[in-house]
């Protein structure tokens, strides 16, 4: 379906040279000479990618209807990660490619949110926030503070992150999956 230029909010998803993109800001503009245009943007939905875009009165976009589907990971297997769906309880299988970066945080039985179009996987969301186990970590040295206060822990999922000098070996941390970040101890 075609989209005006006034029809165009922040969340629209937009099909522009067969890659699917969602609107992020949107800016219209009527310049006091001239016809009246849209500044937009956009982010891709395949690979994250951010672009400006401008779009005049006259031009017709295609909008791009996504399927929003919750996932539950069950396991990896080499370089594939297989999820079922929680609707049919359907396996499906992804690739490092499709997940990216979040691999790192992905734990057994984590509910993700996973966008299809036209029946193929564009891309999943994890939780902003995840509780982890630390499996291994150094014992702090107490006044040992050069380094900021903070130490290299590995969390269950096999991840390295950076986590204060009071944080043992055992501990369950809440992480920000965004950054990597360590936010609190999870008691």
Do not use: C
């Not at 890659?19 to 949107?26: D, S």
């Not at 400006?52 to 791009?64: L, N, S, V, Y």
């Amino acid at each position: 379906m075609a989209v005006s230029i006034n029809e165009i909010k922040t969340g629209l998803t937009l099909l522009i040279d067969r890659e699917v993109w969602q609107v992020i800001e949107y800016q219209h503009v009527k310049p006091g000479k001239g016809a009246a245009f849209v500044r937009v943007k956009l982010r891709n939905l395949k690979n994250n990618s951010v672009q400006e875009m401008t779009f005049r009165g006259d031009d017709k976009i295609e909008e791009a209807f996504i399927e929003e589907r919750k996932l539950q990971y069950l396991y990896s297997s080499g370089d594939t990660y297989h999820f079922m769906d929680q609707e049919n309880f359907e396996d499906i299988t992804l690739t490092a490619d499709t997940i990216k970066e979040k691999i790192k945080f992905l734990k057994e039985n984590l509910e993700v949110t996973a966008y299809f179009y036209n029946n193929s996987i564009l891309n999943i969301s994890i939780p902003n926030f995840i509780d982890f186990k630390i499996i291994h970590t150094e014992p702090g040295v107490k006044g040992d503070t050069a380094k900021s206060g903070t130490k290299p822990a590995k969390i269950e999922t096999g991840a390295i992150i950076q986590v204060p000098l009071f944080i043992e070996t055992g501990d369950r941390v809440k992480v920000d999956t965004r950054t990597g970040e360590y936010i609190e101890r999870v008691y």
